[in-house]
């Protein structure tokens, strides 16, 4: 069946997430070098990233400690992206894809100032889905049921079986997308891209690339088909 809609996960998709994350660096005293080398460590022996900051540093709690450094720095970047954090192949990209047809949406798990965010930077997406604001963030079934409820309220009749879901994660992208009934892109990039496009479910997968231009020609192709 054709590809009639894209639905793109954030961090390390669409935003590059590597200032958030020296921000996090600074805000703990730790040489970056120090910091990126610990968490990809953890991450590819399979921990998480909220193992990695607590093994830098210890009793981390992201709730607290963000409520803690918005109290500090109120108008600080702080955790959130910003127009410079996008990365360069996401608007022509989107453009290939919206002059071909295809619907363009964002899902992904983030928090509540993140939507206001994404359509200040006016990406041509007919709709934006986030987490914090549904109430429910993947990899759960329920997330990707508010993300075809958002794909056929811009494309009534919809199914899931023309939805294609990008991102960065095996665990959190391509096996729920994949057990929703939509087709799943993994794109190789970010602190998880390169790790998780080795695992064996990476095969799961109905398409592996690095960037968005190559996203952007294999859905168009199967927007066709």
């Given amino acids: 069946m054709a590809i009639r809609t894209v639905v793109f996960d954030v961090g390390e998709t669409l935003v590059d997430e590597t200032r958030i994350f020296a921000r ?17 460590g953890v ?68 928090p509540v100032e993140a939507g206001p965010k994404l359509e200040s930077m006016n990406l041509g997406v007919a709709g934006i889905g986030i987490s914090d604001t549904w109430g429910v963030a993947k990899p759960a079934s329920g997330f990707f049921d508010r993300t075809l409820e958002l794909a056929v309220e811009h494309t009534p009749g919809i199914s899931a079986e023309e939805i294609l879901y990008v991102g960065d994660r095996v665990d959190n992208d391509v096996l729920p997308a994949r057990a929703a009934g939509m087709s799943a892109a993994l794109l190789r990039r970010g602190i998880y891209g390169y790790r998780h496009a080795a695992f064996p479910e990476a095969e799961k997968a109905d398409v592996i690339v690095d960037d968005l231009h190559r996203l952007a020609a294999w859905a168009i192709s199967r927007s066709a088909a």
């Fill in 24 to 40: 996090w660096a600074d805000r703990f005293a730790i040489p970056h070098m120090a910091f990126f080398g610990t968490i990809g």
């Fill in 43 to 110: 991450i590819a022996t399979g921990g998480t990233l909220t193992d990695g900051f607590r093994l830098l540093v210890p009793g981390f709690d992201l709730e607290s400690e963000s409520a803690r450094w918005r109290a500090e720095e109120p108008d600080g970047e702080r955790e959130h992206f910003g127009e410079s954090d996008l990365y360069p192949d996401v608007r022509p990209a989107f453009a290939a894809m919206r002059e071909a047809g295809l619907t363009l949406l964002i899902a992904g798990n983030q």
